[in-house]
C-alpha cells in the first residue's frame, strides 16, 4: 500500500515536470532599428520587461525601412523604429496601430579629427554637408533605407537638388550604423550617425563628432507601433500592446533616461508616450 502510494507520488511529480518542462514561454517578436540594439538600450531594457509580465521578446535588428518591412508583412508583433514620416505613411496605411512615441536623440556629422572639409566652424547642417560635397571628401553612407538613411538623402536633396549618387567621393555601406562608423573611420571619411551610437562606438574609431548642434533637421524621435491585429491576426497584439506600455510608463522612461554609455553619456532622451 505505502510503495504504492509512493509510485503514485513519483508519477504525478514526474507528470507535473513533463508539463511545465514542456510549456513554451510566452514570446513576442521585435523589429527594431539597429541603434536600439547596438547601444545596448535593448539589452538592458528586456530583461526588465521579461521579469514583469514573462513575455520572452525576440529581437530583430535591422534599418527602418526593414523594421517596418517586417511589420507590414507581419513577420513581427511590434516594431520600433526612427523616421516619423515612414512611421505616420505605416499607421496611416492600416499596418499598424497604437503608435506611441518613446524617446529621441539627435543626428550628429562625424569625421576625422583633421576635418578636411571644415564641417566643424559651420552653423548648420546643410551647410556641413554643402562643405563635405564641395571638398570631395569621402562620405559614407549607410544606403540601407534606415532612419539615418533616409534623414541623410533629406539633407543632401535640401543641400544639392538630388543625391550624390554615382560621385567617387561618395560610397555606400549597406550596413548598420556601427559597421558603417568602421567604414568611414577606414576611409578617414564622413557620415551621418544617431548620437547614441557614435558615442557607444566612439573608443572603437578615430572619428570625432564635428557638427553637434541640435535642430529640427537633425531631431531623432522614436515610435514604437504595435502591428494591427485586423491585418494580421495571428500576431501577439496583446504581448505587442504590453511591450509598448512599458516602454511608455514612468519605469520605462525613467530606465530610458538613466541609460548610460560607459563614460556616463546619457543615449537617449525619454519622451512623455503620446498617442500618434
Not at 562606438?201 to 572619428?207: A, G, I, R
Request: glycine fraction near 10%.
Amino acid at each position: 500500500m505505502a510503495r504504492s502510494l509512493r509510485l503514485s507520488v513519483i508519477i504525478l511529480c514526474m507528470t507535473t515536470a513533463l508539463a511545465a518542462s514542456g510549456k513554451a514561454a510566452e514570446r513576442i517578436r521585435l523589429s527594431s532599428t539597429t541603434s536600439t540594439d547596438n547601444t545596448g538600450l535593448l539589452a538592458y531594457l528586456l530583461p526588465r520587461f521579461e521579469e514583469r509580465t514573462g513575455i520572452k521578446v525576440d529581437v530583430i535588428a535591422v534599418g527602418t525601412g526593414k523594421a517596418l518591412k517586417l511589420a507590414e508583412n507581419g513577420d513581427v508583433d511590434v516594431t520600433l523604429v526612427h523616421a516619423p514620416d515612414a512611421e505616420k505613411a505605416f499607421v496611416e496605411a492600416g499596418f499598424g496601430v497604437n503608435h506611441r512615441t518613446v524617446m529621441a536623440n539627435y543626428f550628429v556629422v562625424v569625421g576625422p579629427p583633421s576635418d578636411p572639409a571644415g564641417v566643424a566652424s559651420v552653423e548648420s547642417a546643410e551647410e556641413a554637408f554643402k562643405r563635405i560635397s564641395e571638398s570631395g571628401s569621402p562620405f559614407v553612407s549607410r544606403g540601407d533605407n534606415s532612419g539615418t538613411h533616409i534623414r541623410e538623402q533629406d539633407i543632401w536633396k535640401a543641400v544639392l537638388g538630388g543625391l550624390p549618387t554615382g560621385r567617387d567621393w561618395y560610397l555606400e555601406s549597406g550596413k548598420g550604423m556601427g559597421e558603417t562608423l568602421t567604414i568611414a573611420d577606414e576611409k578617414m571619411g564622413y557620415t551621418l550617425s544617431d548620437s547614441g551610437t557614435f558615442l557607444k562606438y566612439s573608443d572603437k574609431v578615430d572619428l570625432k563628432m564635428l557638427f553637434v548642434k541640435p535642430s529640427d533637421l537633425l531631431y531623432n524621435p522614436y515610435g514604437i507601433i504595435a502591428v494591427n491585429p485586423e491585418k494580421q491576426p495571428h500576431v501577439h497584439y496583446e504581448g505587442a500592446m504590453k511591450l509598448i506600455e512599458f516602454m511608455t510608463s514612468a519605469e520605462g522612461q525613467k530606465l530610458i533616461g538613466e541609460f548610460t554609455d560607459k563614460y556616463g553619456n546619457r543615449l537617449f532622451t525619454p519622451l512623455a508616450g503620446k498617442v500618434e
